[in-house]
């Protein structure tokens, strides 16, 4: 059983899949970072200085004790971390379009295996036959 496995987890899809999943997380971080960071502050400057991410409708705000220490903490629908999120989807889509894009244009094109040469020269005697 340990062989099989060992032959499983070496075998080079479950690699590829690993590194993909690994390759995946980086370039996840890396597009939430530059939606976070340079999208969103462009996109807040373009409509008058608003912070999509502290968007919300409360539903009940936070209740405190005496001593101040949250009890009860704010309900809110946080729309503005969800049009942050709309963002982050398509900026990963688009990247991913243009990944398969190049990927598609660099790949080879499978050769397209024509006629041998003696199925060409069957096809010209039964040409001159007739």
Do not use: C, H
């Not at 590194?19 to 997380?25: D, H, L, P, T, Y």
């Not at 704010?74 to 398969?100: C, D, H, P, Q």
């Amino acid at each position: 059983m340990l062989k099989e496995f060992k032959s499983f987890i070496i075998t080079g899809n479950v690699v590829e899949f690993a590194v993909a999943v690994i390759m995946a997380g980086a370039v996840g971080e890396v597009v939430n970072g530059f939606v976070a960071d340079i999208a969103m502050p462009i996109v807040g400057m373009l409509t008058g200085g608003m912070d999509f991410a502290s968007m919300q409708y409360v539903l009940s705000p936070e209740v405190k004790d005496a001593a101040g220490v949250v009890t009860t903490p704010e309900n809110a629908i946080r729309y503005g971390k969800w049009i942050n999120t709309i963002v982050s989807l398509l900026v990963v889509g688009f990247v991913m379009f243009m990944i398969v894009k190049a990927y598609n244009k660099i790949k080879k094109p499978a050769e397209v295996a024509g006629p041998s040469q003696e199925e060409l020269l069957a096809e010209i005697r039964d040409l001159l036959k007739k």
